[in-house]
C-alpha cells in the first residue's frame, strides 16, 4: 500500500530536549514537504526536499533541521525544541507535477 | 503577508446544496491545489491543476490563471463532504503556500 509514515504520531517532550519526528515514503517519491499546522494560521511549510541531499527552507524553517540522504526518508529534527514549536506535523510526498501524499500527521506537546 | 485567501471561512449548507467555496493568490505559480482535512487531521490531495478545470465525482476545480483565481465546486452536497477545504499554491521555486481553510458543514 503506498503510504507517507510518520513516527511518533504522539508526543509531549520538555523544553530543550533533542527530538527527530521521522518520515517515510514507499512510492519512491522525489519531493518530500515538512508542514506544521496551527490554529488561525494554517498548514505552513517548513522544509521541502526535491531529491536525495537537495534541502530547501520553506516558510517557517528557523528551529528546525532536515536531511535527506536516503529518498524514501525525510526526518525532520528539532535540535533545542521550544514551546512555540508546539504544533501539529505532516510530512508529505509526490512525485514532480503530481498531487502530494501526506502522512497522518504528528501531535508535539513541548512543555 | 497571505499569499493564498479563501473564502468564505465558514460555511452551513443543506444537505443537496450546491456549494463554490474561492481562493485568490497573490504569487506567480506553478500549480495550484485543493486539499481535504477531515476531523481527526487526515489530509488527503483531492485536485492539482494549473490551468482550466477538473472533476472527480461531485467535486469540480477551476482555475483562473489571469485572475489568480481558483474556485471548488461541490455538486449534491452530502453530510460525508462535512470537512476543512484548504487551497494551496505552488509557486515557481516549489514552495507551498496555503489558504487558512474552508470549515463546511453539510446538514442532513
Known amino acids: 500500500e503506498a503510504q507517507v509514515t510518520q513516527n511518533p504520531r504522539y508526543l509531549i517532550t520538555v523544553t530543550g530536549k533533542k527530538l527527530t519526528v521521522t518520515c517515510s515514503q514507499n512510492?519512491?517519491?522525489?519531493?518530500m514537504s515538512w508542514y506544521r499546522q496551527d490554529p488561525g494560521l494554517g498548514l505552513r511549510q517548513i522544509y521541502y526536499?526535491?531529491?536525495?541531499?537537495?534541502?530547501d527552507k520553506g516558510d517557517v524553517p528557523e528551529g528546525y533541521k532536515v536531511s535527506r540522504k536516503e529518498k524514501r526518508n525525510f526526518p525532520l529534527i528539532l535540535e533545542s525544541p521550544s514551546p512555540n514549536q508546539t504544533s501539529l506535523y505532516f510530512c508529505?510526498?509526490?512525485?514532480?507535477?503530481?498531487?502530494?501524499?501526506f502522512g497522518d500527521g504528528t501531535r508535539l506537546s513541548i512543555l | 503577508k497571505n499569499e493564498v485567501e479563501q473564502s468564505p471561512q465558514n460555511l452551513t449548507a443543506q444537505e443537496g446544496e450546491f456549494i463554490t467555496i474561492n481562493c485568490s493568490y497573490s504569487?506567480?505559480?506553478?500549480?495550484l491545489h485543493w486539499l481535504q482535512q477531515h476531523p481527526g487531521g487526515g489530509i488527503v490531495s483531492l485536485f492539482m491543476?494549473?490551468?482550466g478545470k477538473k472533476k472527480h465525482g461531485r467535486l469540480i476545480a477551476t482555475i483562473n490563471i489571469q485572475e489568480k483565481h481558483s474556485s471548488l465546486h461541490i455538486t449534491a452536497s452530502h453530510p460525508r463532504d462535512s470537512a476543512v477545504y484548504i487551497c494551496?499554491?505552488?509557486?515557481?521555486?516549489?514552495?507551498?503556500?496555503f489558504g487558512t481553510g474552508t470549515s463546511l458543514t453539510v446538514i442532513p
Open positions: 494551496a499554491v505552488t509557486n515557481t521555486g516549489n514552495q507551498f503556500y
Open positions: 526536499s526535491m531529491n536525495v541531499e537537495v534541502t
Open positions: 504569487v506567480g505559480i506553478s500549480a
Open positions: 508529505a510526498s509526490s512525485t514532480a507535477y503530481q498531487p502530494q501524499h
Open positions: 512510492m519512491n517519491h522525489e519531493y
Open positions: 491543476l494549473s490551468s
